[in-house]
């Protein structure tokens, strides 16, 4: 069973987390069940990007990124390489790294 281990977040996960989770479960999915608030504005039908993460390990275990997703990549805050959208992303055999992001589409926090 893999893990996802969230990075601290200012306001959403000040302490970080980590949790075990079902090969095929979305990221936001998993945070979600867990009490991670990630704001998903489409409710989860890849129609925008607020809930934008960013791997920082076990990218290549997740599955593949299609061209929606990618497209609507392209309007995130703070892309990077390794982004993802947390409602499309779903979970391989690999422990995982995921950071979310201070920042969305929608707002920013200092």
Not at 2 to 8: A, E, G, T, V
Request: net charge negative; aromatic share 8%; charged share 25%.
């Amino acid at each position: 069973m893999p893990k996802i281990f969230f990075y601290p977040h200012k306001i959403l996960l000040p302490f970080g987390a980590v949790i075990s989770a079902k090969p095929g479960q979305s990221i936001l999915n998993v945070a979600l069940e867990n009490h991670i608030n990630i704001e998903h504005a489409c409710e989860q039908s890849c129609a925008c990007c607020t809930c934008h993460c960013i791997i920082r390990k076990g990218f290549n275990s997740l599955s593949i990124c299609l061209e929606n997703e990618e497209d609507l990549l392209d309007k995130a805050w703070g892309l990077e390489k390794y982004s993802r959208l947390a409602c499309q992303a779903k979970l391989g055999e690999e422990d995982i790294e995921v950071e979310i992001p201070i920042y969305n589409l929608h707002q920013k926090i200092e």
